[in-house]
């Protein structure tokens, strides 16, 4: 089991980790790109986690499985998790792209 609490730590600004922390947010990437491939809401509990996670990479491979799932529509109950990680999110890109797939989600664009 992994631990989702640990993941999820809350958003840095570094691009990618050192270290155990790391390797462990490298595995969880790797996972969340297999997600991609997977029927949508998959593995939901880690893309939430991914999308909380510390380093930026996390955080856009997580933002990644959920375009790939829904495009630009995001269904209605994910669109509030995602405007709140856009609102905390420290990197300007992938704050704007958090930004622009909450605002298109559930046919608000």
Partial sequence: MLPLDRIARGPG????RWGPEG??????ESV????C???PGTGEPLVWAGLRGYSVRLRRAALGVLTTWFGDDLPGEFVDRV???AAVEPDD???AHLSAAARSGNGRA
Avoid: K, T
Avoid at 23 to 28: A, K, N
Avoid at 32 to 35: G, I, N
């Fill in 83 to 85: 405007a709140a990680a």
């Fill in 93 to 95: 890109d992938l704050r």
């Fill in 13 to 16: 600004s570094e691009v990618l």
């Fill in 37 to 39: 491939r997977a029927a």
């Fill in 23 to 28: 390797i462990s947010d490298g595995i969880v």
């Fill in 32 to 35: 969340l790109s297999m997600l």
